[in-house]
């Protein structure tokens, strides 16, 4: 049995708290553009043990702007609680007594690993003048990751939209290391609707005076692009409901104590105020470009034969689920994964009037879905090991 090594999880001066940090400090990274990112970071959270054959461990690739802390409450180095903290412990849909879950936060983010607002080669905020990434990147920095802790081979790797893309790029440029697949609300490829939302989104960003061509990190507090990214984060919240439901739950109500017919808001407006105050409070506007831009390089067909050559590459057992109300990444795009990956099953259906954050919001049927996919993990361990 390899050790792990030694810099695994080693806390340095510098790394934020409450999570484990990896230096990939030997070699610059090579990305899809053809550039070197050096000094790589990746921040992750782990929970459950390790089986001595390390047959037991299950990836968790999260989405746009979540990160590594996948259960408990918020707190020191927590902006948030965990996105599916429901889901994971003793027992549940995750299960740590059996499964050891790693859950890194994606290259480009904000919460750790590197990205923008980290230090480049001069010791300066790289803002701008950080490298374009793609989903491949972000996988490639997750495989080093795999290999600094030892583990050959994914039982399981799970994810839902950025998350689920992540997952894609594992099974078909890893297949050998993805023993199962779940993908949840996320495309074969991002398409012109969804990266127009995210252009719109980005020049939101770019026009707020505090971004400042994204050089904003060394700002005084509450100088940066924040007016920007809050109204990204509108847009973008918009997309990930359902109109029906926004109807249903928030019609043409005024805000309590304000009026609409003489310049209060309503309180849909409200409601979509304090998402965005949410964000801007927990999130690098650098970050969130970075990522979006990372989520509209999305093509597992790219120089590999179009999408059905990609997808067929990968054999293992999968399931694909989408949201039925989901107008970011609709329905047929998961459909379309679901018949063209050939150990997939028909596809799942996650019933919710939530539209696209039914993936995480819809927390009874993800933990069936989970269930099911862990199970068909669990047939194909090579033997019984206990953690
Ligand atoms: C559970 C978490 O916070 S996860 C944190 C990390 N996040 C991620 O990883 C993913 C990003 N998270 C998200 O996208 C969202 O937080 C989701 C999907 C998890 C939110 O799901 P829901 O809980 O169903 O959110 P919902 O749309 O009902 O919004 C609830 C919030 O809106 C507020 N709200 C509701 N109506 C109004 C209104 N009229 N005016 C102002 N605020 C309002 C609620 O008070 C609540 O505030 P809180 O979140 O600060 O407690
Ligand atoms: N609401 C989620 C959905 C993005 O897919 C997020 O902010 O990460």
Redo the contacts with the bound molecule.
Sequence with gaps: MRPLPPATGAWREGDPPGRRCWHHAETPLPLESGRHLPGVRIAYETWGRLAPDRANAVLVLH????DSHLAGPAGPGHPAPGWWDALTGPGRPLDTDRWFLVVPNALGGCQGTTGPASPGPDGRPWGPDFPHLTIRDQVAAELLLADALGIDRWAAVLG???GGMRALEWAVGHPERTGALLVLAAPAAAGADQIGWSAAQAAAIRADRGWRGGRYHDAAPGEGPHLGLGAARRIAHLT?RAGPGLEARFGRAAQPGEDPADGGRHQIESYLDHHADKLTRRFDAGSYLALSAAMNSHDLGRGRGGTTAALARYRGPALVAGVTTDRLHPLHQQRELARALPGADPLAEIDSPHG??GF?VETDQVGRLIRALLGRALARRPAPSTP
């Design positions: 989405a746009l702007t979540g839902g939209s950025m990930y696209h954050d995480l």
